[in-house]
């Protein structure tokens, strides 16, 4: 029995371990059921009893050692693989992070929400209604006539003949006082359709169209409402003027402007050199209108009025091109 030459496999073997996977496969070669150690144990059988005492006090003393120089073979590996996933998974906790986007709600939304808001603090309640409508309620009802030129094809989508994408917001104040007896105090916000595209017009747009009607209400009660309203939006010192107008569903009608927000009133390109900027349509609401919903003009009276939302937009944040507000562009909405 050579004990000389296992020792010098078991040294040759460790000299040759370079991975954890040589490491695997010499240990089964050396320590296995069938390895070399075990062939050695085995070999002890053919000898007598005093020689296989030594031999084997020999060959389990170098089993034993060798099993500590593996073990300590495997340590090392492991060690390595540890320190390089701690490499591979390193981060600099002083990195400055990253900041999430966060969505915000778009400037039409946000003007919506704020005309509501003032709106609601002065009693009125919200409405909404269908965007694709008669031509009754869009026109008929409101005392627009046939040949009116805003029937003109030119403004209008039809989407076949007698129906209509609304052109205003109008239209839901003959629903909401054909579902209603007076008091009546509403606002209707909502998107409408024109047959426009420019740097001040896209095809759909949006109005939020107000409605009052009670006993004894006159055109002072317009005038106090919507000066408040505009003093709300706008501020307190907005200068406020009414200018006598014409829409087929009031009488008398009246369009508001206010004080230039670029020029304060010195005339400048927006305000076309006049130092005013039309906002709104009103009136009192036309008689015939009244009767057309049963209601009685001797009885009750009461004003409406519609505004752009973009336009009081695009005036409230300085914005000159409607159509950025459709573009989807992230690095401009989210500057409001
Ligand atoms: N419907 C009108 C438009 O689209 C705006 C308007 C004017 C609404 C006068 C009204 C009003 O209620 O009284 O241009």
């Not at 069938?34 to 020999?58: C, I, P, T, W």
């Not at 490499?87 to 990253?98: A, L």
């Not at 009136?283 to 919903?293: D, E, F, N, S």
Request: charged share 30%; proline share 6%; net charge negative.
């Amino acid at each position: 029995m050579n004990i000389e030459e296992l020792h010098n496999r078991v040294e040759s073997g460790i000299a040759s371990v370079k991975t954890i996977e040589d490491l695997k496969g010499f240990k089964l070669v050396l320590l296995g059921r069938k390895g070399l150690f075990a062939e050695y144990l085995d070999g002890l059988k053919s000898l007598n009893k005093e020689e296989r005492k030594d031999f084997g006090r020999e060959i389990n003393s170098l089993k034993s050692e060798t099993e500590g120089r593996l073990k300590g073979l495997e340590d090392h590996f492991a060690e390595e693989e540890r320190k390089r996933e701690q490499e591979r998974s390193w981060i600099d906790i002083t990195m400055p992070g990253k900041i999430p986007l966060t969505g915000r709600k778009h400037p039409i939304t946000q003007t919506f929400d704020e005309i509501i808001r003032i709106f609601s603090s002065l009693g009125f309640s919200v409405a909404e209604g269908p965007e694709v409508e008669t031509e009754h309620y869009n026109f008929e009802a409101l005392n627009i006539p046939k040949d009116h030129p805003a029937r003109d094809m030119q403004d209008t989508f039809y989407i076949e003949p007698g129906i209509v994408l609304r052109t205003h917001t109008s239209p839901m104040q003959i629903r909401v006082m054909e579902s209603q007896l007076p008091p009546v105090r509403v606002i209707v916000p909502g998107a409408v359709y024109r047959c426009d595209h420019d740097v001040s017009h896209t095809p759909m747009f949006h109005q939020v169209e107000g409605l009052l009607v009670d006993k004894g209400v006159r055109f002072s009660d317009l005038k106090g409402i919507l000066t408040v309203f505009i003093h709300e939006m706008f501020g307190p010192d907005t200068p406020v003027r009414f200018r006598p107008s014409y829409f087929p569903f009031t009488e008398p009608s009246a369009e508001i402007d206010i004080g230039c927000v670029i020029c304060a009133g010195d005339g400048c390109r927006l305000c076309k050199e006049t130092g005013w900027l039309e906002i709104l349509g009103s009136g009192m609401v036309h008689p015939q209108v009244l009767r057309g919903v049963g209601y009685d003009p001797e009885e009750v009276s009461g004003f409406a009025f519609g505004m752009g939302v973009e336009r009081i937009a695009m005036l409230r944040f300085g914005i000159d091109d409607i159509r950025q507000f459709y573009y989807h562009d992230t690095r401009f909405l989210s500057q409001f």
